[in-house]
T-cell receptor, first 112, second 115 residues
Framework: GDSVTQMEGPVTLSEEAFLTINCTYT??????LFWYVQYPGEGLQLLLK???ADDKGSNKGFEATYRKETTSFHLEKGSVQVSDSAVYFC???????????WGAGTKLIIKP | DTAVSQTPKYLVTQMGNDKSIKCEQN?????MYWYKQDSKKFLKIMFS???????INETVPNRFSPKSPDKAHLNLHINSLELGDSAVYFC??????????????FGSGTRLTVV
């Protein structure tokens, strides 16, 4: 079945560092890909998405590009802030799975 | 004007009790969900309703029973609470069903602690 694999956390960076959180997927058909963020004590929020190959999703300085050839959707940000500390989830939907398939989440810690 | 609101935010109760969590969305979405998030942040879908019809019913104990009186509300009733039920429960909604390209909108969660 379809699946999503994220890099294990926690990922610890200093403020203003470059961020990459890796996400790869396995899916039949043509999935849509998502990144969600969960700040401490809050619910999940949709951060960005891409619905077809080579699309780039972006929001709040974060970007991710849908790479069909490498089945990846890595999350990047050029300069992280302490306020970016959160858990980040990669997810997909596809025609073959009648639900949202989640990665395990990656905890990001940004130190001042 | 919260989009998806859950109550209560915190719930502490004794083993064996029965409790309910309520969820309401004002987005006009036609699909709603209950998720369970464990202490390692792993998300597990429990139930989904589309226009008051149950469409996802994952393997959860039958002590958990969802109820959707209308498409804007999805409640979760839990009988005979056990220690292992302690978790954060999230309600969510989407437009267009579980495979929606629009993404889901989540409530802020209900932290259930069974003692």
């Amino acid at each position: 079945g379809d699946s999503v694999t994220q890099m294990e956390g926690p990922v610890t960076l200093s403020e203003e560092a470059f961020l990459t959180i890796n996400c790869t997927y396995t899916a039949t058909g043509y999935p849509s890909l998502f990144w969600y963020v969960q700040y401490p004590g809050e619910g999940l929020q949709l951060l960005l998405k891409a619905t077809k190959a080579d699309d780039k999703g972006s929001n709040k300085g974060f970007e991710a590009t849908y790479r069909k050839e490498t089945t990846s959707f890595h999350l990047e940000k050029g300069s992280v802030q302490v306020s970016d500390s959160a858990v980040y989830f990669c997810a997909l939907t596809s025609d073959s799975n009648y639900q949202l398939i989640w990665g395990a989440g990656t905890k990001l810690i940004i130190k001042p | 004007d919260t989009a998806v609101s859950q109550t209560p935010k915190y719930l502490v109760t004794q083993m064996g009790n029965d409790k309910s969590i309520k969820c309401e969305q004002n987005l006009g979405h036609d699909t709603m969900y209950w998720y369970k998030q464990d202490s390692k942040k792993f998300l597990k879908i429990m139930f989904s309703y589309n226009n008051k019809e149950l469409i996802i019913n994952e393997t959860v104990p039958n002590r958990f029973s969802p109820k959707s009186p209308d498409k804007a509300h999805l409640n979760l009733h839990i009988n005979s609470l056990e220690l292992g039920d302690s978790a954060v429960y999230f309600c969510a909604s989407s437009q267009g069903g579980p495979s929606s390209n629009y993404g889901y909108t989540f409530g802020s969660g209900t932290r259930l602690t069974v003692v």
